[in-house]
């Protein structure tokens, strides 16, 4: 697997606002709401599904809301909700890990963390803006493809993503074992994905537009960028979580098969709270770790759950 010596490929997007989404509550309301469930958690209240469901919906505009003089009390209320009441929200939500490893409780069409929804949050203040790479557990990428318009049909994004955690329920059903440990893998948004399949038969992370998870912009000189975003929630609750994500020039020079054109990898050890690249030698503790080509635990995974499924070399 060759190293990337071209770092400059990737522009790390700075201060871009994250999508103005959000169920509509005044002010004065939402303030009592986030008063009144901070009063809950410091008295160690007994979660029941209603009250989680609201918990959930206040995290959530903490993460993609931005309410000027209420910063020190969005710190706060994070703290408490994800060490003490993530996990239980979880449970009784009844919700699984869904595409970008964020968690989905279909029973209340409720996102618990991930990337904005707008039935799972209150649209007070304006949207956050975060900064490129990857800041708490937000990840905001752009890469640029030069040849665009004569070597693709369109840009995609694959992504594999490893867990670790012997305490909770696996994730995926390939079994890769590194540094002693025996990590389950999958594509993230593929078949065997837990939220279930983006794009019908392939084994793509990128919905049709519009996809807060990215964008793919096409220029006027033929190159496009696209843009990937993605808030894995999951990291806060299992031990370990990696990702491998490569992006994808889809029926490259009309030869139909897709070209992998470049590759980071991105993740996330002790519930979130250190920042890891990868179990491999050559991780990383800040930025991303990048190469040419995907790696073959990637490719044996990518087998696994898409074998009639083949990369252009």
Known sequence: MKKNANHQAFLLQTQESLPDVGVEINQLEFQGLLTELMDAMNSNVTLDVNMASDMVKVWNTTLWRYLEGLELQFEAYDQLF????????IRLLEAIPDRGLRYYSKTRELAIGGLPDPNSCFR???PRKINGGVTGIKLDVTYTVPNFKDDCDSIQVIQVVWTYDPTRPKVGDKEVTSDGKKYYTFVDGGKNSPGGEVVNGKPYFLADPPDFAGKVTEKADGSAEVNIKDIPTAALVYDILYFETAIICVNYKKTGKDKVLHVFKWGFNNNGKTYETSPGSG?????????????QAFKDTLKHDYPNYELAP
């Open 82 to 89: 994800t060490t003490n009441y993530l996990s239980d929200s």
């Open 124 to 126: 007070v203040g304006k």
């Open 283 to 295: 991780k990383k503790n800040a930025g991303l770790e990048t190469y040419n080509d995907v790696s």
